[in-house]
């Protein structure tokens, strides 16, 4: 099992951006995929982006592409996630997950879950 801490976010202005982490620890990732989910009150929760273990693939959800980009240091069992442009429809709790494949891991079938960060985007 993978303990996943998720970091970076707070409160920004429509347009602005934020960097979130997500640590896992130390020896546990074993090279899994990991990715970036985001959920609102009331909402389902949303696919954002995913990151296979050599960093090659990866996927973004439709409505952040080209605003968010993922990224994963290996030797810093972190994974990360830039948000540029940021849009009031970010605002939501941002959740790290570790999963078997990155196919499954895009569907949201992880095998861990961080506790999640808040974001939240003022108009």
């Known amino acids: 099992q993978v303990q996943l801490v998720e970091s970076g976010g707070g409160l920004v202005q429509t347009g602005g951006s934020l960097r979130l982490s997500c640590a896992a620890s130390?020896?546990?990732?074993?090279?899994?995929?990991m990715g970036w989910f985001r959920q609102a009150p009331g909402k389902e929760r949303e696919f954002v982006a995913c990151?296979?273990?050599?960093?090659?693939?990866?996927y973004y959800g439709d409505s952040v592409k080209g605003r968010f980009t993922i990224s994963r240091d290996n030797a810093k069992n972190t994974a990360y996630l830039q948000m540029n442009n940021l849009k009031p429809e970010d605002t939501a709790v941002y959740y790290c997950?570790?999963?078997?494949?990155?196919?499954?891991?895009?569907?949201?079938?992880?095998?861990?879950w961080g506790q999640g960060t808040q974001v939240t985007v003022s108009s």
């Open positions: 130390e020896g546990t990732l074993n090279n899994r995929p």
């Open positions: 990151i296979g273990w050599s960093g090659a693939n990866i």
């Open positions: 997950a570790v999963g078997s494949s990155i196919s499954r891991l895009r569907v949201g079938a992880a095998g861990s």
